[in-house]
């Protein structure tokens, strides 16, 4: 008898759980469609050129005519790639939602999970503040039909973070890492090895985090004409969502670093008190398309399902399958009769 | 809602423990002392989980700890996904190669990898790569100065405070990779869900790390 397992990090469920899961799944599905989404399908096996920016975390798979293949990393990519051509033939805005999982590696630590599963959006030609503002608002909504009313939208800014950490720390990953860490002294650390003279802004970076207050303190410390215009930025986005207003709560983080490069505006990630890591994130990419010889401004957001259905309140559905003895002479047509009826209803038993 | 803390046993929480008490933050029975596992603090805002140093890290970025305490030595190799704002100061030491005076490779073949007694595997690999030297690590659970000693390993990486125990046995410190002291470390989640009281502590322990 063999005993097989599966590998860590993959996603397995069966029973409440994965009902749950397909809950929220079809919630984040029917709010993207209220908001004039349309259903994008995309392959799970893809090149690996597709996924480039982040070499070394995609899967590498031959397959046995020898072709190089991948799986999914990411889906902000895979679109962009699939959606070029019907952008490059019409200057008509696109709005797309996806769901499925991606695959990413990860180093085995804690419970790092390498496969995912995702619900986004991928909004092209999304050109002006009000679809950054939109972004949040859709987010917003998303997070409230799936029951969540007291997460965390933490906002920042990909141009400030670029402007201050400026030329030399710009791709540094170590850098990134301890900014996204929060950690002064390492910081400090790094930016004396990378030969950044003056890393007091860079180290103040990770306290720059709470209400639109710290906005204001940013300007006070001095930062250049590009952060100061990432300020500007996110402060008519604050007025913007202050006049809706949001249900979940909104904070501002400039210290806030992406793991991918892409971002080039606002950035956010979705934060809840019951799970560690980030139930959401999205932000605006005008840059993305430039590699299919397109400008094409955008925002775009992706939920984790996983993380989202451990935090969404336990509606799990009573189970009123009507069961149907097997070994009844009947047994089929009383199961027919009961379908045809609308009810749900299972055969059980030996025949 | 108590804000709950990951505290390190063992010789961490000796220093811990007075740290925090300077700052303010008193438990209400003494930790270094008590066999409960978890224990209120006396202001009622903190309750403090005792864990296992290496395990520190897991109850924080898992949130069954809002923040904790954790050495760099252990955040580094489990590389966990937890925030790290605060350099605490105290339990200071640092990641080094150390072996017998003479063995640092093997002579007799030269192309032989070099033979690692360790607690820290992934800092021990992440090393020699970034080195280019062939290793081949042995995981250790204690005790890992005599790896060397008895000829299991070429060397050992471990932490060193005042470098005794190595004298004692012979041996010597070949590289240096790291400085080692420990950390305040925060969830992710509990972070931003609840900033006040997370800033409220940091500001405590920052203040206390400046005040020495």
Redesign the interface.
């Known amino acids: 008898m063999r005993h097989l397992t599966f590998p860590p990090g993959t996603e397995l469920a069966f029973g409440p759980q994965a009902e749950r899961l397909e809950r929220v799944s079809a919630t984040l599905a029917d709010v993207f469609r209220g908001w004039g989404f349309q259903s994008l399908q995309l392959p799970t096996f893809d090149v690996h050129e597709t996924f480039r920016e982040i070499a070394g975390r995609h899967y590498r798979l031959t397959d046995p005519e020898g072709r190089e293949l991948t799986l999914r990393a990411d889906f902000t990519q895979a679109a962009a790639k699939a959606l070029a051509p019907l952008l490059a033939a019409s200057e008509r805005q696109l709005r797309a939602w996806y769901h499925g999982r991606v695959f990413r590696f990860e180093s085995s630590g804690h419970a790092a999970r390498v496969e995912t599963t995702q619900s986004g959006v991928e909004w092209l030609r999304a050109d002006g503040r009000v679809f950054d503002a939109a972004l949040l608002a859709l987010a917003d909504e998303c997070l409230v039909a799936c029951g969540i009313t007291d997460a965390q939208i933490v906002v920042g800014h990909a141009g400030f973070v670029q402007s201050v950490l400026g030329d030399n720390g710009r791709n540094d990953p170590d850098l990134a890492e301890a900014l996204d860490q929060k950690n002064p002294s390492r910081i400090r650390e790094v930016a004396k090895r990378i030969g950044i003279d003056d890393p007091t802004l860079l180290a103040k970076l990770p306290v720059l985090c709470g209400g639109r207050e710290v906005l204001n303190d940013a300007r006070e410390l001095g930062v250049g004409d590009e952060a100061t215009q990432a300020l500007d930025e996110l402060n008519a986005l604050a007025d913007s969502l202050e006049s809706l207003p949001l249900t979940n709560g909104l904070l501002f983080d400039l210290g806030e670093v992406r793991r991918f490069d892409y971002y080039s505006g606002i950035m956010f990630k979705v934060y809840h008190s019951a799970s560690g890591s980030e139930l959401a994130g999205g932000g605006r990419y005008d840059s993305l398309y430039q590699s299919h010889g397109l400008s094409v401004p955008s925002v775009g957001l992706a939920f984790d399902d996983v993380g989202l259905a451990g935090v969404a309140p336990q509606r799990n559905r009573a189970d009123d399958t009507t069961l149907i003895d097997a070994s009844s002479p009947d047994a089929l047509a009383q199961l027919v009769a009961q379908r045809r009826g609308g009810n749900s209803a299972t055969l059980e038993g030996n025949a | 809602m108590t804000y709950r803390l990951a505290m390190p046993t063992g010789r961490m929480l000796k220093q811990a423990e007075p740290f925090l008490a300077a700052c303010g933050i008193v438990a209400s029975e003494p930790l270094s002392k008590t066999r409960k596992l978890k224990v209120p603090s006396k202001c009622g805002r903190y309750e403090f989980l005792l864990v296992k140093p290496v395990d520190a ?2 109850y ?4 069954v700890a809002d923040a904790g305490i954790a050495g760099r030595d252990v955040l580094i190799e ?10 605490l100061g105290f339990a200071v030491c640092r990641m080094v190669v150390a072996g017998l005076p003479q063995t640092n490779g093997s002579e007799d073949n030269p192309l032989r990898p070099l033979r690692v007694a360790t607690k820290y595997p ?1 800092i021990a690999s992440r090393y020699l790569n970034k080195k280019r030297r062939a290793s081949e690590i042995f995981k250790l659970s204690g005790s890992v100065e005599i790896g060397a000693v008895l000829g299991l390993a070429d060397v050992v990486v471990d932490i060193v405070e005042t470098g005794t125990t190595l004298r004692e046995n012979g041996l010597v410190i070949h590289e240096e990779i790291v400085d080692c002291s420990a ?1 305040l470390i ?10 006040q009281e997370s ?1 409220a502590l940091l500001e405590i322990l920052e203040n206390g790390v400046k005040n020495g």
Do not use: F, K, M
């Open positions: 890290p897991l924080v970025e898992q949130g489990q590389a966990p996904d937890v925030l790290e704002p605060l350099d992934r950390h925060y969830n992710r989640g509990a972070w931003y869900s609840r900033l800033r």
